[in-house]
């Protein structure tokens, strides 16, 4: 079966790569840390129910545990095989598998979080899939989204990767949350996002 667009990108790496780092499309490890650490300085995921959406190899959850940081439970959401079966194997670590596409099956792929996050996930979404899945995100999420998206065309040097104005996504924010925080500067060209569902 051929994959979505958005995921093509993800299926030709792992036809060269496998499950390794490079099928992540991350620039790098160092590029990959510096989100992770914006979206846990912008929401604490300590005793929470987290909802790793296109969690890849679940690289979030090993690094909330490196730094001491621990959710009540870690749901990591891939559609990948490659890449759900590395996340598979780190259920010794927590880690609980839903292999989900999450833009088809929202409901499922979102049950039961207090908090869904997208790392990365986003950057191969067109517009509308982009403010779709942040829609049904947060419409299940029982406390908040956060997610990074890219700013500027900075770091979306790939035909596959789609930047989005701040502007257009704040005022989307604004609509939806009752609270949004921002976080940006720790990246140029990238932007992390908490829509809040109480002020």
């Not at 840390?33 to 300085?41: E, I, M, P, S």
């Not at 690094?63 to 959401?77: A, E, F, H």
């Not at 995100?137 to 700013?151: G, M, P, Q, S, T």
Request: glycine content about 6%; charged content about 25%; some cysteine.
């Amino acid at each position: 079966m051929t994959a979505p667009v958005y995921l093509a990108p993800y299926a030709k790496a792992v036809a060269r790569y496998g499950g390794a780092f490079e099928s992540l499309l991350w620039a790098s490890p160092h590029t990959q840390a510096l989100r992770f650490d914006a979206l846990t300085q912008a929401v604490d995921l300590n005793d929470r129910a987290v909802v790793d959406a296109g969690c890849g190899r679940a690289d979030l959850l090993d690094y909330l545990l490196q730094r001491n940081i621990r959710p009540r439970s870690y749901v990591g959401v891939e559609a990948v095989d490659a890449l759900a079966d590395e996340a598979a194997a780190k259920s010794d670590r927590g880690a609980v598998l839903r292999r989900e596409d999450f833009l088809t099956e929202p409901q499922r792929a979102f049950a039961d979080a207090d908090v869904v996050v997208f790392s990365g996930s986003l950057n191969t979404l067109a517009p509308a899939q982009f403010y779709q899945s942040l829609q049904a995100a947060f419409d299940v999420a029982r406390e908040c989204v956060a997610f990074n998206y890219l700013c500027s065309s900075n770091l979306a040097g790939r035909d596959y990767l789609t930047w989005h104005r701040p502007t257009e996504v704040e005022s989307f924010a604004l609509r939806l949350a009752r609270r949004v925080n921002v976080w940006d500067g720790y990246l140029d060209g990238d932007c992390t996002v908490v829509l809040w569902k109480r002020a």
